[in-house]
Structure formats: C-alpha cells, structure tokens
C-alpha cells in the first residue's frame, strides 16, 4: 500500500501521468485483429503519411482510424499547442472489447453463435 496523505498520492500519479496528444476510440465495431492491419501500416510514420496511408487503405478500419488521427492532432494543438508539421505517430495500438453474442439458426435445429467484436483503439503522438 502507498504511504501519505491521499492528496501526496494523487499529485504522485499525476505527475507520472502521459502529457503526450492522444486520442482514444472505445467501443469501435471491428475487431482487434482487422485494426492492426491498418494501425502496422502507420506506426511511426508521420502525420501527413499516415492520413494519405489511411485516405487510400481499402479496410473499414482505415476509415475510423483516420477520425481518431485527426482527433489526435486537433488535441496536440489546441490542448499542447503543438505544430501539426512536426508531429509523428509515437505509440498506436488496438485493445480487445466486449463481444456481442448473437445467435444464427442453422440445420436440424441446432443454433450457431456469432461473435461480433469490438475494440478499443488508441493513437498517441509526439513532436519530432
């Protein structure tokens, strides 16, 4: 257990707390394995590659990445008044969500579950 004041142990968090732009999209409705797909294509690009990456990228997920990029860079400049010209993707990745049950009737009466998945998905910038 941490020792102090409960206020010491907040301003202790805090101050090892994330202050890179980041943008976070829960609950999108492709699964983790599909976003990959289209988050490894952009890791470690900058900005302007990665939005013509993602204007171009066939995949569904390409399209809700591309929100949540330009999400990330509205965040860098308005809340950490950076320059959109110098940011790069640092840290992108797609957690695993909840999963929808549903039910398919198939032959003899038997029933077949779909899995619809969902996922978490988090784009984190920093400055060159």
């Known amino acids: 257990m941490a020792k102090g004041?409960?206020?010491q142990i907040k301003r202790e968090r805090n101050a090892q707390k994330d202050t890179r732009p980041s943008a976070k999209l829960s609950y999108a409705r492709v699964s983790v394995q599909k976003a990959c797909f289209v988050l490894d294509a952009i890791r470690g690009k900058d900005v302007q590659t990665a939005l013509a990456i993602l204007a171009y990228n066939p995949r569904y997920a390409s399209s809700l990445i591309e929100k949540l990029l330009k999400s990330a860079v509205a965040n860098a400049e308005n809340n950490n008044g950076l320059d959109a010209q110098n940011l790069y993707i640092?840290?992108?990745y797609a957690n695993k969500g909840p999963t929808m049950k549903r039910i398919r009737p198939r032959?003899?009466?038997?029933?077949?579950?779909?899995?619809?998945?969902?996922?978490?998905?988090?784009?984190?910038?920093?400055?060159?």
């Open 90 to 92: 640092a840290e992108c």
């Open 107 to 128: 032959a003899q009466g038997r029933a077949y579950r779909i899995e619809k998945r969902m996922s978490h998905i988090t784009i984190v910038l920093d400055e060159r």
């Open 5 to 7: 004041h409960r206020s």
